[in-house]
Each structure stands twice: as structure tokens, then as C-alpha cells.
């Protein structure tokens, strides 16, 4: 399978509200993931679990989300994809966030994601 149907799974599981599944399927044991913004690196696939069960903590609410786009290049196992979620923090503030995710890929297994984001406030209703 080429790294662009694996990473089109990848975002077509975590579409169907099943990114842990995702998460198990596709992360390696000695990922490490990389928030662009922060500069936070977290080492292994425990720690990447623990930030994900975290970040669900903190949502009240989903309410969308997709893929605006998604490529990949095959010769150095790299995949990217753009995407955004409208959420509401469980603080009540909603959020549109925008991320780039860009994907190191050894076999069949993510090693590497750095996440790009964005996430102003909505605009007041």
C-alpha cells in the first residue's frame, strides 16, 4: 500500500470517530511527535497517547471537521495533510482549528509527525 492510502485511512478512521484505532494502527512504539507552535516534543507512543486522551479531556463539543487536502511523497515516506475541527473547549470557547500534519513513515508505521496549527477564536454569534 503507498503512503498516501495509508494516510488517507489514517484520516478517513480518525473521520469516523475512530482515531485511537488510528492511533494504534498507524504510530510507531518509538514515534516522536512535534508541536511546531510550542516546540513540545513527545517521545514514544505512550506519551502520545496520554497527549491525545488529554486534548479529548479538554473538548465539550465537536461539531466538524475534514481534510482539505493530503499528499505524499513515495521515494522519502513522507505524507502531509491539512485539516480543521470546529470544537468547543470545555471551558465554552469554540475554536475552528487549522493543522498541518506532516508524517515520517518507516514501513507501515508513522516514526514522525510534526503538527502545524492554528486556532483563533470564532467570531461571536
Known amino acids: 500500500m503507498s503512503y498516501l492510502k495509508k494516510a488517507q485511512d489514517f484520516q478517513q478512521m480518525q473521520g469516523q470517530g475512530q482515531t ?15 508541536e511546531m507552535p510550542t516546540g513540545e516534543i513527545r517521545e514514544g507512543k505512550a506519551a502520545q497517547r496520554t497527549a491525545i486522551n488529554e486534548w479529548f479531556a479538554m473538548v465539550k463539543e465537536f ?7 493530503i499528499t505524499s511523497n513515495e521515494e522519502d515516506g513522507i505524507t502531509c495533510c491539512e485539516s480543521w475541527f470546529d470544537i468547543t473547549f ?3 470557547n469554540r475554536r475552528k482549528m487549522q493543522e498541518v500534519g506532516v508524517q515520517k513513515w518507516r514501513g ?8 502545524y496549527y492554528h486556532m483563533p477564536a470564532m467570531p461571536e454569534q
Open 20 to 34: 485511537m484505532e488510528a492511533f494504534e494502527k498507524y504510530y510507531a512504539e518509538d514515534c516522536r511527535v512535534i
Open 63 to 69: 461539531h466538524g471537521g475534514g481534510v482539505t487536502s
Open 108 to 115: 507501515d508505521q508513522i516514526i514522525e509527525e510534526k503538527f
Open 90 to 92: 470545555q471551558d465554552g
